[in-house]
């Protein structure tokens, strides 16, 4: 078991990682950049190592900072949470030619899943239903618009090297490809410093099903059942839950299935998450691969009883499973809201300031994942994510009841801060959602009516009648 370990993250996940490791007896290094020197990680950590300026690409995306930072403090393991350098395998390579653990799948496996033209190819050899689409990335404009006269319309360019719903595009009539094209591939370019697209068809009226897997270096993998991230604005979730409601027993066994072939396919070693694509006609889709922790974990350890932190860590450190799919049993209903720093008024623009009032919800069943305090700044060089609550029941109806109280209990206030708040109480109140009909349109729908109603979502009378 290691000793020490260096969480490469901030925010929530880098403190959720912390206390997992406290809990293993492990000793923890937290790095930060100048904005975070006050962040409740480095307040929390047996040491804390400053890295750089706020610009992610000086300090928590600067891989010779956090290497030189793991050497000095001699952590054996680098735990990248999710976001910044959590699936580059340059970085994990870089770490293992340092002596240093990766706490994550081996870096060859994130190269082939991280480049999601190849992964579509290498699941689509591993039996996994992929969409129609192009083979490998498109080599021009030209080639985009032959490969989507094949697949038809609507189709959605994706980038190669994307992740966390960014660099996507959905396109609905062949003149609007060239254009879309363009941006798309410039929006990657600046994003992920890799302009290359793919295209495959989309789906309308979908669900977004994923699974998640664990898999240990000795050949066992297994699933954790499957989560529901229906509810999402510009592809990026607002509300997850697990079990994924109004799901049939065969597509669910099925989904999860491929999940754990396709892992076992390409040696797969650790957590990761294979998100699917749900047709209206029950037919499901891989969408992609995360070799990573996702935000929304924790639905999955409410239900299961299982810490997937705990296990990424215990499996970095070369320890089997100590559980077999038979043994694991999703109980109960678990709901997870992120509450972001951000506007909904205005498209959901970031909004950040200085928290003058930060009391999260409590009671039974209740968790409230945050780095978060009153006299905390929230800055504008990080994701605007500030807590994820998430609540526990018996059913699904109990989880959303629950969920609303929590919400309404939490209190947020600062200079120029908005939250996401009120907006996701009134998705709870949806008649879509509350009777799992939903899909990934929601949210649009949502705002689409709040606009043409002339109600903007901070609207206290609006909260009120939702």
């Known amino acids: ?29 937290a790095v930060h950049s100048t904005a975070d ?10 040491e804390a190592v400053h890295i750089g300026p706020p610009p992610s690409k000086g300090s928590y995306l600067s891989v010779p900072a956090i290497v030189e930072a793991a050497l000095r403090t001699g952590a054996q393991a680098v ?66 618009k032959e490969t989507a006269r094949r697949t038809g319309f609507p189709v959605i360019l994706k980038a190669v090297a994307g992740g966390g719903g960014r660099g996507m595009a959905v396109v609905r009539q062949p003149e609007e490809l060239p254009r879309a094209y ?17 295209l495959e068809r989309f789906i309308e009226d979908a669900r977004h099903i994923e699974v998640q ?11 954790l059942g499957e989560r529901d991230c229906s509810v999402q604005r510009r592809h990026q979730k607002l509300v997850e839950e697990a079990p994924a409601p109004n799901l049939p027993d065969t597509v669910r066994e099925a989904m999860c299935a491929a999940a754990v072939r396709g892992a076992v396919a390409v040696g797969y070693v650790g957590a990761g998450t294979f998100e699917f694509v749900l047709a209206p006609s029950g037919e499901f889709h891989l969408m ?4 990573r922790l996702q935000v929304e974990h924790p639905v999955t350890e409410m239900v299961t009883g299982i810490d997937i932190v705990r296990e990424q860590i ?12 038979p043994e694991i049993v999703a ?5 997870e809201c992120r509450v972001n720093a951000e506007d909904p008024a205005r498209d959901f623009a970031p909004a950040p300031g200085l928290l003058t009032e930060f009391v999260p919800p409590g009671g039974p069943f209740v968790r409230v994942d945050t780095h978060a305090y009153p006299g905390w700044l929230i800055g504008p060089d990080y994701d605007s994510l500030l807590a994820k609550t998430v609540v526990w029941a018996p059913d699904r109806q109990q989880a959303i009841a629950r969920m609303d109280r929590a919400l309404s209990e939490f209190r947020v206030d600062g200079g120029g801060v908005r939250t996401t708040l009120p907006f996701l109480r009134r998705t709870l109140a949806r008649p879509e959602f509350r009777s799992a009909t939903h899909t990934t349109d929601l949210v649009a729908t949502m705002s689409a009516e709040e606009t043409a109603g002339g109600a903007e979502p901070g609207d206290p009378a609006v909260v009120a009648a939702g």
């Open 331 to 335: 109980r109960g209903v678990a709901v």
């Open 288 to 291: 992609e691969i995360n070799c």
């Open 182 to 198: 363009n941006e798309t591939r410039a929006h990657a370019r600046a994003v992920f410093g890799d302009d290359r697209l793919y």
């Open 79 to 144: 735990h990248p949470g999710y976001g910044f350098l959590s699936e580059d395998p340059d970085f994990a390579e870089i770490c293992e030619a340092n002596g240093i653990t990766f706490i994550g799948p081996a870096p060859h496996v994130m190269q082939q899943l991280g480049d999601k033209a190849v992964a579509r190819a290498v699941m689509a050899e591993a039996g996994l239903p992929v969409l129609p689409g192009s083979r490998n990335a498109l080599a021009s404009s030209a080639e985009a």
């Open 37 to 46: 020197r006050d962040s409740a990680v480095v307040r929390f950590a047996d």
């Open 213 to 223: 897997v664990l898999c240990d270096q000795h050949g066992s993998a297994v699933h």
């Open 314 to 325: 215990l499996i970095a450190a070369g320890l089997p499973l100590s559980f077999r799919q």
């Open 1 to 29: 078991m290691f000793s020490t370990v260096l969480v490469a993250n901030r925010g929530e996940i880098a403190l959720r990682i912390a206390r997992a490791c406290r809990e293993l007896g492990i000793r923890t290094v």
